[in-house]
């Protein structure tokens, strides 16, 4: 049978006159993308466990212009579907000198599958609802110039209906297997197949460029929580396919989109999968190696030696994006505990230093939390590195049940990050213990934004420093979940952690463990708000200002909160 389109086309990154557009067919084939204003491009499909993709790259795209796209597969018109009943899917570019341009950001976290397949009654899918209100105003103007998903984009341990059953029919699954948690590439596939086969989402993700991160349950809930719970999780038979196979799929659907045109041809993984015949074994072998570097991320010259990074930088306009792996690289090492390794946190604090208007931090977790959370989980992880063997076993299994694996719960992360902001902010370039050739000062942005999900409710907190030179606005924008949602029994909890009694009592605990009071001070702005929202960061010029949007109880959109960062207002 002739090769048709299964998912996709996704448009991931524009960077200039050209653009990437992923896809998965059905069989072997070559894909092209071909604009009206004459912009084209074509790739063979590369193969792995029976399924086959391409990243097309296109190339003469016109600056600051605004053109409708056809995928053909075998020179056959796959998208758009004859029937489609949806506007015609564009590549937007920015101008060539784009200095002056607004930049719009999208962005959200934890989205499981649309309301008909999942177990739970959830409240409206926000990124669907955001589709619908698009396609009804389909004005290119209007669209955000990148979509921010901040990890969850699939749940490989909470599966829906549909996929419990798929898993129930297969013969050859690995013994001890959870029955309904998937394991293989294949059983991965199934799960981008029905997230992003939805109607709405797939005509959203053909028109707006996205970039990704993952967070714990694209591979498991608590992923790389500490050493103990990598080293429990590697006696499980299964264990070791679910690890590869969730970091190969990954890579496959949502890694390779992220990065540049010069960034693909460079990456030596996609070098090795497009000249395969058959990349399963590439894919596999990968997979697995790269769980197992995270072990040597303590050791910064064997790290720099081997280390794959997921971390990645692009810049729009005036602003600059670095997303952080705060997952697989971490160092678990008792007392030596860091959300990257020291080889990755020298690349970002590189990349955090330059010439720009505002920059956005995307990481799947939180940087400030609930204060009261925050202070529980630093006591937690002083208990957790307690030489009394028993202190520390008490202290590993809080940080399991209650999750305390944030960036509190990595002080020297948390602190370092701290510190990094405040360098920016005062325009000092750092000493070169942070930064080998730290190069020239540059004048402090206009606004430090980190964006995170992972915690199923949404608000927006700013950083006080006790240093008056720090003039940079640092703010945690915070929007989580797009469509899953807390428990209630645990609202009031988090709601308890931003008050000034509860925020009290836990560093009062978190001294009695000797924890330091930490460098930076926070207070929140807005929310916490419950429901299933998206986010929308805008810079224009000097200026920042985010939106958060929650679903209705018919599945619109309404504004819950708006604050000023920087600038005017």
Request: aromatic share 8%; hydrophobic share 40%.
């Amino acid at each position: 049978m002739p090769a048709e389109l299964l998912i996709g086309p996704l448009l991931r990154r524009v960077v200039g006159t050209r653009a990437t557009v992923w896809v998965e067919t059905t069989a072997p084939a070559v894909v092209t993308v071909r604009t009206a204003d004459g912009a084209a491009g074509s790739a063979p499909t590369f193969t792995a466990y029976e399924h086959h993709y391409a990243l097309v790259v296109v190339d003469g795209l016109v600056p600051d212009s605004t053109s409708p796209y056809q995928v053909l597969v075998d020179d056959q018109v796959a998208w758009p579907p004859p029937d489609s009943r949806f506007p015609p899917s564009v590549i937007r570019t920015r101008a060539a000198d784009d200095r002056d341009q607004p930049v719009r950001l999208l962005f959200g976290s934890c989205r499981e599958t649309t309301q008909h397949a999942t177990t739970r009654k959830l409240p409206p899918d926000a990124l669907d609802a955001y589709a619908r209100r698009v396609l009804a105003d389909p004005d290119p103007a209007a669209l955000p110039d990148l979509l921010l998903l901040l990890g969850d984009q699939v749940y490989a341990d909470e599966t829906s209906p549909t996929v419990k059953r798929l898993l129930r029919r297969r013969r050859r699954r690995p013994k001890g297997a959870p029955g309904d948690q998937v394991v293989s590439f294949d059983e991965y596939t199934k799960l981008y197949l029905e997230s992003w086969g939805d109607p709405e989402i797939r005509w959203l993700f053909s028109t707006v460029p996205s970039v990704m991160i993952f967070d714990d349950h694209e591979i498991i809930d608590d992923w790389n929580t500490s050493a103990a719970w990598r080293a429990e999780m590697r006696e499980q038979t299964w264990w070791g396919e679910r690890i590869a196979s969730g970091l190969a799929s990954y890579w496959v659907y949502q890694h390779l989109g992220n990065l540049s045109p010069d960034e693909i041809a460079a990456d030596p993984v996609f070098a090795k999968v497009r000249t395969a015949e058959d990349a399963t074994e590439v894919l596999r072998e990968f997979g697995a190696r790269v769980d197992l570097e995270a072990d040597l991320a303590h050791d910064t010259e064997r790290w720099r030696a081997v280390q794959y990074q997921w971390s990645y930088a692009l810049d729009l306009g005036r602003t600059r994006l670095v997303m952080l792996d705060s997952r697989c690289s971490r160092v678990l090492v008792p007392g030596r505990r860091a959300m990257l390794p020291p080889g990755e946190w020298s690349w970002f604090v590189d990349r955090a230093h330059g010439s720009y208007d505002h920059l956005v931090v995307g990481s799947s977790l939180p940087w400030l939390l609930p204060p009261g959370i925050h202070h529980v989980e630093a006591w937690n992880e002083k208990l957790a590195d307690s030489a009394r063997p028993w202190v520390a076993g008490l202290g590993e299994r809080l940080r399991r049940a209650l999750d305390l694996e944030h960036w509190g719960a990595f002080r020297r992360s948390f602190d370092a990050l701290g510190a990094l902001f405040a360098r920016l902010g005062s325009g000092d370039p750092g000493t070169p213990d942070d930064r080998k050739g730290a190069g020239p000062a540059y004048p402090p942005p206009a606004s430090i934004s980190v964006l995170s999900g992972d915690v199923h409710h949404s608000y927006v907190a700013r950083a006080r420093f006790a240093d008056s030179t720090v003039h940079t606005p640092v703010h945690q924008l915070t929007c989580s979940p797009i469509h899953n949602q807390v428990p209630a029994g645990m609202r009031p909890l988090m709601r308890l952690g931003w008050a000034r009694g509860a925020a009290g009592a836990a560093r009062a605990l978190a001294r009695t463990a000797g924890v330091r009071r930490p460098l930076v001070r926070w207070r929140r702005l807005a929310g916490p708000y419950f429901g299933n929202a998206v986010a929308t960061l805008t810079h224009a010029g000097r200026g920042a200002e985010v939106s958060i949007e929650g679903t209705t109880s018919d599945g619109h959109l309404r504004e819950v909160a708006r604050h000023r960062l920087a600038g005017p207002g």
